[in-house]
């Protein structure tokens, strides 16, 4: 979808007006519009165009809105890239899943939906159309402003902020760690931003040996250069050295107005009755990036749209850990994984005391909510816990780390154990990490969640119980506490920390921001597998040690850091000869499962399990035997899953 916006406008488009004289939703070119086979579904694809008021009391903390142009109307405008997949009465539901977009893609069809197109134009290109099946809408909306052009990448279009008729300059960063020697590197971060004055005093680059490292280098400014967002490094980069970017930028754009498209997006299905999809509930999905722009959403008030009613019913904030998204902000970069800057107070929903600032917050508990926060689901692998500076823990203890929170009761907490942030492909292979990459796949309780919030908030049923590890039980550890088995070749993770906070600009002072984060992890057996959280069938029943860490390969440099949200699958000896011959400490295979099917019926109890306490769907439990059946073949016999078949 390049340029998606551009194409529409030459394409004989549908206009659908709202009829409302002061809707925030203005209109929707619709630019095509068609079935998707005996699915009894239909695609549409479109613009949708906004105009709000700079001065609504629900849009002044939209930053630099105020510095907008406005219509004769004194109205902001901007649109959006809309995508909807809807079911033809009367096989719906009556609920939305508003997937938000991570870097322009869509989520939510390669996960719910175990695979399928971004575009789909057949009943084919829907995965196994599990969401079609329970009668979902699905919607997708733009909502970031630096999307590149690439096919199917949906992006917002918002004004820059200008200053009384004078152009906006700012000093705009980048960080980022080098995995080989190369002279150049596009700083994507920065995407939006090119260098208006790349030889200025305000242009600089800075080197570092590891990421955390205070002892950094200034590059002298004749052995690089900066042209539009990219540096070039005349002796090449270093691998494993961190590199920070800096320099001056022009026109800003209201990147905050991305809050408000899904925001005005949502509120328009539900309470405009010639919307093009109506619905009557509404629940938000996010993931990592997009995970972490719903705990901004939430925390920044936009759950309450300028007519003072609730926007979603339920959220899913997936692998965000306690970090939010930096969008609503001048020079605003949405892009970056934001590895070790993305998390400042307040960690946890209820308003807490802050020991290190003495501020007084909370995500949810706060006044811009409202009264009108919805059912949560927060959903963290370990990697959250122990990497990228998203400090998961903080989500379920106090701002120190010291004490143990019970969530509201609107919310619930889950730990997927032994996962990684997003899972590898099967059979596990090396990648970036000096283990092979974790493959326990978390698709299948999300889907069983997502199930039991649409129960939730229409039916009233409460969801499965939070599982997440706690300091009182001794499940969730410091990490240079961490029981972690002497695998030979394997690093301990025990060094590791957290980074430090970041700063909040809606906390006087920024909340103590550079404050170290207290690093809390969940505690490990004997095999090193995770005690605590939904231990799927891989963990409950294993074939090697599952991670949410993985250290850097030597070949790509800094060999004692992690590689961003990477995980690691760590193979049991085979046999007990083998466990022997190797020094391993953890029991073989051989000795934990006389047979093929004494596993698979180890396997199949543990399913039986989450399925009886909400975890897992019994009609998901064939696929996850089948797949188990493989990965023990394959750990025994060295043999491929196809070839068993």
């Not at 490292?213 to 590059?219: S, T």
């Amino acid at each position: 979808m390049p340029r998606m916006r551009h194409a529409l406008l030459c394409a004989l488009a549908l206009v659908i007006s709202t009829g409302l004289a002061r809707a925030e939703v203005t209109r929707v070119e619709v630019a095509r519009r068609l079935d998707l086979g005996s699915t009894g579904y239909e695609k549409i694809i479109g613009t949708i165009h906004f105009a709000v008021d700079p001065k609504d009391p629900r849009n002044l903390g939209v930053v630099d809105l105020d510095k907008a142009p406005v219509n004769a109307s004194g109205r902001v405008e901007f649109s959006s890239d809309l995508y909807i997949l809807r079911p033809k009465a009367p096989r719906g539901n009556g609920a939305a899943l508003i997937d938000i977009l991570n870097r322009g893609n869509k989520m939510v069809l390669t996960g719910f939906n175990r695979g399928g197109s971004p575009d789909p134009a057949t009943e084919d290109d829907l995965g196994d159309r599990f969401l079609m099946r329970f009668g979902f809408t699905v919607v997708w909306v733009g909502w970031e402003f630096d999307v590149g052009d690439r096919p199917m990448a949906m992006r917002i279009y918002v004004p820059v902020a200008i200053d009384h008729g004078t152009a906006i300059t700012g000093v705009v960063g980048a960080a980022w760690t080098a995995n080989a020697r190369g002279t150049e590197f596009v700083a994507g971060d920065l995407a939006h931003y090119d260098a208006v004055d790349p030889n200025g005093p305000d242009s600089s680059l800075v080197a570092c040996p590891d990421v955390f490292a205070d002892a950094c280098a200034a590059v002298a400014r004749d052995a690089w250069r900066v042209r539009g967002h990219t540096v070039t490094l005349d002796r090449g980069f270093e691998p494993g050295w961190t590199y920070r970017l800096r320099y001056r930028a022009a026109n800003p754009p209201v990147a905050g107005l991305g809050f408000v498209a899904v925001r005005d997006t949502t509120a328009w299905l539900k309470h405009q009755p010639d919307a093009l999809a109506p619905v009557k509930y509404a629940y938000a999905f996010g993931s990592s990036q997009s995970g972490r722009f719903l705990r901004g959403f939430l925390y920044e008030g936009f759950n309450t749209d300028e007519r003072d009613r609730q926007v979603f019913d339920g959220v899913m904030a997936h692998i965000a850990g306690a970090a939010r998204l930096d969008l609503n902000a001048r020079w605003s970069t949405p892009t970056g994984l934001a590895v070790h800057n993305a998390t400042s107070f307040p960690f946890a929903d209820a308003s807490l005391r802050d020991p290190s600032s003495g501020a007084q917050d909370g995500e949810l508990d706060n006044p811009r909510m409202a009264g009108h926060a919805p059912k949560v689901f927060y959903t963290n692998t370990p990697v959250e816990y122990w990497g990228t500076s998203r400090v998961a823990a903080l989500v379920h203890t106090s701002p120190d780390g010291t004490a143990d929170l019970a969530p509201p009761d609107n919310v619930r907490v889950y730990f997927l154990a032994g996962t990684q942030h997003s899972p590898a492909r099967f059979p596990a292979e090396l990648s970036s990490g000096q283990q092979p990459d974790n493959p326990v796949d978390y698709w299948w309780t999300l889907r069983a969640l997502l199930l039991s919030m649409h129960k939730w908030v229409k039916e009233g049923t409460a969801p499965p119980p939070s599982l997440y590890p706690r300091l009182a039980d001794g499940t969730l550890v410091p990490a240079a506490a961490i029981a972690f088995p002497a695998i030979p070749g394997v690093a301990s993770p025990r060094g590791l920390r957290a980074g430090l906070r970041a700063a909040n600009r809606l906390v006087k002072d920024g909340a103590a921001s550079a404050v170290p984060l207290p690093l809390l992890v969940p505690a490990v057996d004997a095999d090193g597998n995770e005690r605590a959280g939904i231990r799927l069938p891989d963990v409950a029943v294993p074939l090697a040690t599952y991670t949410g860490w993985n250290f850097r390969t030597p070949k790509i440099g800094a060999p004692n850091e992690l590689v961003s949200l990477l995980g690691a699958s760590i193979a049991f000896p085979a046999t007990r000869a083998a466990r022997e011959a190797a020094g391993d400490p953890r029991r073989s295979i051989a000795e934990r499962y006389q047979s093929h099917d004494a596993y698979l019926a180890a396997v199949e109890q543990a399913a039986d399990a989450l399925v009886k306490a909400g975890y897992l769907l019994v009609d998901d439990e064939p696929r996850i035997l089948q797949r188990a059946g493989d990965q023990y073949d394959l750990a025994v016999t060295a043999r491929s899953p196809a070839a068993k078949r």
